[in-house]
């Protein structure tokens, strides 16, 4: 999704905006530019990789203040016009802006009837002739600036330039923003990962927040006027540069890295004494824990299917109900929410507005909110303020895999933790723990020996659609099978609750369907199988993903990929494996953008 580098400071500013530019890259974009201050605001804007723009820069760009920005279009089509930043119509103003201005159209129709030419389709182009006129009338850049935001509805997290001043005007509403502080040199983004190379002292700015950046100073105030309360936080970078360590892609350098994920996500968690799990983020007390009377769980895309796993795991373990349920969907269906439930918020990036609008609004309506996250210090984990990090490290690749795993680890520490205040005893926690401390080497196991993945790669990758089914934990882990080999392979996919798939996807079946089964051997196994009887009498190839040893259900196979054995409740921490190299492989073959698939964003900014 679009993402935002600027800086202030003594050195040559165009090579430090593009590298920041390719720090965002990983978030998914359609085009990029730059605007370097050079006694005239030096725009440079193109379609297509940061690559692309790299190739229309002149050798040398003067000048030690600029501002760039990745765009991920959503108002007006893919074009250079398109691009940011946008410029005043004098040149003297520049606007990079993420985020939607709601009353754009409004707003263009007006600076149209005053006679303004609007070079681009944007909302965001509206901004920057607004700025211009503040300042024409007499108005300091941060007036202007605020003036501006007082007539728009929206989200925002923008950086303005002026040709006159030697300072970037920030401001964030909805869409993050971070300044950093370095030596004689700020800059600004809105992902830490392009600052943290420069600095490690950061302003995260709040919604309604506003800034006047410059070589030595930062000055933060509120939109509406007066003060801004955010101060200095210092963020420890304990992920370091996210490189590709030998992996010719970040998502399959991702997928390997999950055992070393876990083991951080779960170390120092597990309490074999007592039977059960310490999670020091989560301010719930045993009383609470006991007297709760249900969980609810938020995400979107791999996140919600982490939730299912979650959903499912609690209620077994703890005999309460909880439910998952999609984050788009929650705020505007006007949900009833009951203070003493316990929700919680699951995301990677932590920036979801999908998943921010529902934890804004069941604190709206006195429900506390519990993240569940990977980036530290991220919005949503800062909006909850209490939570559980997921430590899966920087997951690069759009395709999250190794933050679904943590994700799904993380939520059955919790059901561990209240099942083991509310229903099971010490002997059975500790037994479920030992099961838990072993996953890490047994996915290491599997990754030195995934098994037929070739095999089922040439079985989907011509294919009109692919069927995944799975059961109870396997459903979700269908699901998240599913949505991987969907969005880099661009292959059609459906996925079902296998019980389910006789009640309208059969019809989908003929001579050489792939389905792929989720089987482990749990209490749904013969139900399962019976389902995978169903798809081969119609002639679908079944491609079985299977616990190891379970000879009988292979017969039924055109493909099986066994994975270690496990108790049930850790089952989709090793299934969902080989589902993720069968996407990876299956895009490489077709010669798709591994890692920056089509159209898509790692994180999604925008509701
Ligand atoms: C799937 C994927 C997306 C994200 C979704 C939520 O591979 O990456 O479906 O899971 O956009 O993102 P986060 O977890 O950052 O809230």
């Known amino acids: 999704m679009c993402g935002i580098f600027g800086f202030i400071g003594k050195r040559s500013a165009a090579p430090l905006l593009v590298d920041g530019l390719r720090r965002l890259e990983y978030r998914g974009y359609d085009s990029s530019g730059i605007v370097v201050k050079n006694g005239n605001l030096q725009v440079h804007k193109k379609i297509g990789k940061v690559s692309e723009l790299s190739k229309i820069l002149p050798n040398h760009i003067e000048g030690n203040v600029g501002i760039a920005h990745t765009r991920w279009a959503t108002h007006g089509g893919v074009t250079d016009e398109n691009a940011h930043p946008h410029l005043s119509q004098n040149g003297d103003i520049a606007l990079v802006h993420n ?111 506003m800034a006047v950046v410059t070589r030595d100073g930062i000055d933060i105030s509120r939109l509406e006027g007066g003060a801004s309360s955010t101060g200095l936080t210092i963020l420890e970078d304990e992920w370091g540069e996210a490189d590709m360590a030998g992996f010719p892609h970040y998502m399959l350098k991702e997928i390997h890295e999950q055992p070393e994920a876990l083991r951080r996500c779960i170390t120092g968690r597990l309490d074999m004494a007592n039977g059960s799990a310490k999670l020091g983020g989560l301010r719930l007390d045993p009383l609470r824990l006991r007297t709760v009377p249900h969980v609810r769980l938020i995400g979107c895309g791999t996140a919600l299917n982490a939730t299912k796993i979650g959903q499912l795991a609690i209620e077994s373990l703890a005999r309460i109900p909880a439910v998952a349920h999609v984050a788009s969907e929650f705020r505007y269906n006007d949900p009833v929410i009951n203070p003493n439930a316990i929700h919680f918020a699951v995301s990677q990036s932590g920036e979801t507005a999908d998943t921010l609008s529902a934890v804004k609004e069941i604190q709206l309506k006195g429900g506390d909110v519990h993240g569940i996250v990977n980036v530290v210090g991220s919005t949503i984990a800062r909006t909850c303020g209490q939570g559980v990090y997921i430590h899966s490290g920087p997951e690069q ?52 020996n995934p098994g037929p993945i070739d095999e089922a790669v040439e079985l989907v990758k011509d294919a009109k659609s692919v069927l995944f089914l799975g059961r109870g934990l396997s459903a979700p882990v269908a699901s998240e099978g599913a949505l991987k080999l969907m969005e880099i392979a661009y292959i059609p996919c459906l996925a079902y609750p296998a019980g389910e798939m006789k009640h309208g996807p059969i019809a989908l079946l003929e001579e050489g369907s792939p389905v792929v089964v989720i089987l482990p051997n749990d209490k749904h196994r013969e139900k399962t199988i019976a389902s995978m009887h169903e798809c081969r009498a119609r002639g679908a190839k079944i491609i079985l993903i299977h616990e190891e040893g379970d000879v009988e259900a292979t017969e039924e196979a055109d493909i099986s990929i066994p994975v270690p054995s496990c108790s049930y409740l850790l089952t989709p921490l090793l299934t969902v494996v080989p589902t993720q190299l069968i996407a990876y492989r299956t895009a490489l073959a077709l010669g798709c953008d591994v890692d920056r698939p089509r159209n898509l964003a790692k994180s999604v900014t925008v509701e």
Request: net charge neutral.
């Open 99 to 209: 985020g939607i201005i709601d009353n754009a159209r409004g707003l263009r129709k007006r600076l149209t009837e005053r006679g303004f030419h609007l070079e681009s389709e944007t909302d965001s182009e509206a901004l920057v002739h607004m700025i211009s006129i503040g300042i024409d009338s007499g108005q300091s850049p941060l007036e202007s600036v605020r003036q501006t935001l007082n007539r728009v509805t929206g989200t925002w997290g923008l950086c303005v330039l002026f040709k006159e001043h030697d300072l970037i005007v920030c401001a964030r509403n909805g869409s993050p923003l971070i300044i950093g502080k370095g030596e004689g040199e700020s800059f600004v983004s809105s992902d830490p990962h392009a600052l943290t190379q420069h600095t490690q002292s950061f302003y995260l700015l709040e919604d309604g927040d």
């Open 397 to 448: 690749a759009v395709a999250s895999t190794k933050a679904f795993t943590n994700m799904v680890a993380s939520l059955l520490l919790f059901a561990i933790r209240i099942g083991r205040t509310r229903n099971f005893s010490r002997e059975k926690g500790q037994s479920i723990i030992k099961d838990f401390q072993r996953i890490p080497d047994l996915m290491e196991k599997y990754l030195q």
